[in-house]
Each structure stands twice: as structure tokens, then as C-alpha cells.
């Protein structure tokens, strides 16, 4: 079995703020994602990665960066924290593609002051 | 508007009951997954049905597929407390990396 670890668990920021998620993975799988869940809602895809140095946008991808460096890495750059913003950001891995199950971390939590 | 969606919103029964969730979508599908997500934790798959599939089982959860009225159901037999969570449905299209989820339906089994 493998896991998913998300750093840090809280993350607490001032507006204007550039903030910094990380994922690691060590089920070696290829495909990397990053979404965002609102208090109530569901899933929404912000950026993904098919392999070491991808990066693809997902629906959500404005106001984010994401970064593939390694093969077991996918970072997540909020550029500009907004007022009151308040959101669970999950990670997730898989061995391919859309077809195959998704293995998600615990999240981070985003509350911007 | 959405391309997956749960209903009911949010469901409530009591431990040894059976409950069922559904899920429409409004494109082509390769597959569907569902997923649970309990409090304070990340999704975990609790099955996959691919497009060709018409049910799959996994222990006391049965997932049903209909392509040709685009959905599906996951149904859930001797419910207890700990089935408490967010279940979602999430589809993917044709050679795509991309899944999208549903908002969820909510599940709340009391003793």
C-alpha cells in the first residue's frame, strides 16, 4: 500500500498572501491532482499532472500555480489569497488516468484572515 | 449546471436500514466511480462500474449503471453508524484524465 501526505494541515494567511501546498506520494503513481472542496460542495478540479514536469489546467485552474517537479511531488501556489476565503484542498494520485481510482491525502485546510 | 449530480441532498435512517443514492450525468461516460468521504478526511473509492457494466458488488454495496438513461445508483444494505460520511459519484469521458465529482449526497445512520 502507499499514502498520500499533504503539508501543511492548517494553513492560515493574510490577504494579498502567496501560499504554498504540498503533496507527496509513494504509490509511484504517474497522475497527480489538485482539487478544491468548498464547505458543502463537492470536488473541483484545479490542476493536474500526467508526469514528472506536467501540468494541465483543471476547471478552477485562475488564481493558482501548480508545479510537477517530481514524479512523487505536486505543489499548489494560491498567488493571491482573497478576504474570507475558506477551502479544503485535497490531493489525490492515480496509476493513469480518469478510469483508474483516485487515492486522496487528508487535505489542507485554507482559512485567509 | 452540473455534469453529475446526487440525490437525495441528504438522507437519514437508522442502523440495519437499506438506503440508496443516486446520480445523474449528462455526458459520455467511460466509467463512474463512487466515492465516501467521512469528516475530516480525504475520498476513498468504494467502487468502480465501468460503461459495459450494468452492476457491480463490493460486500454490502451494490452500484448500478444505465447508460442509456445516464445514471446510477449505489444502494447500501444493513446500514450501521460508521457509514456515516459524503458519498459522491465521479465520471470520466472518453481517453481523459480528468473525473468530475458530483456535490455529494450526505448520509447520517443513527443507532
Known amino acids: 500500500g502507499g499514502i498520500i501526505t499533504q503539508t501543511p494541515k492548517f494553513l492560515i494567511g493574510q490577504e494579498g498572501q502567496k501560499l504554498t501546498l504540498k503533496c507527496q506520494q509513494n504509490f509511484n503513481h504517474d497522475t497527480m491532482y489538485w482539487y478544491r472542496q468548498d464547505s458543502g460542495k463537492g470536488l473541483r478540479l484545479i490542476y493536474y499532472s500526467i508526469t514528472e514536469n506536467d501540468l494541465q489546467k483543471g476547471d478552477l485552474s485562475e488564481g493558482y500555480d501548480a508545479s510537477r517537479e517530481k514524479k512523487s511531488s505536486f505543489s499548489l501556489t494560491v498567488t493571491s489569497a482573497q478576504k474570507n476565503e475558506m477551502a479544503v484542498f485535497l490531493c489525490?494520485?492515480?496509476?493513469?488516468?480518469?478510469?483508474?481510482?483516485?487515492?486522496f491525502g487528508p487535505g489542507t485546510r485554507l482559512t485567509v484572515l | 449546471s452540473q455534469l453529475a449530480e446526487e440525490n437525495p441532498w441528504a438522507l437519514s435512517v437508522h442502523e440495519g436500514e437499506s438506503v440508496t443514492v443516486n446520480c445523474s450525468y449528462k455526458t459520455s461516460i467511460t466509467a463512474l466511480q463512487w466515492y465516501r468521504q467521512k469528516s475530516g478526511e480525504g475520498p476513498a473509492q468504494l467502487i468502480l462500474?465501468?460503461?459495459?457494466?450494468r452492476e457491480k458488488r463490493n460486500g454490502r454495496l451494490r452500484a448500478t449503471l444505465d447508460t442509456s438513461s445516464q445514471s446510477s445508483s449505489l444502494s447500501i444494505t444493513a446500514t450501521r453508524c460508521e457509514d456515516t460520511a459524503v458519498y459522491f459519484c465521479?465520471?470520466?469521458?472518453?481517453?481523459?484524465?480528468?473525473?468530475?465529482f458530483g456535490s455529494g449526497t450526505r448520509l447520517l445512520v443513527s443507532p
Open positions: 462500474i465501468r460503461s459495459n457494466e
Open positions: 465521479a465520471i470520466a469521458g472518453t481517453g481523459g484524465y480528468k473525473v468530475v
Open positions: 489525490a494520485s492515480s496509476t493513469w488516468g480518469g478510469e483508474d481510482e483516485q487515492y
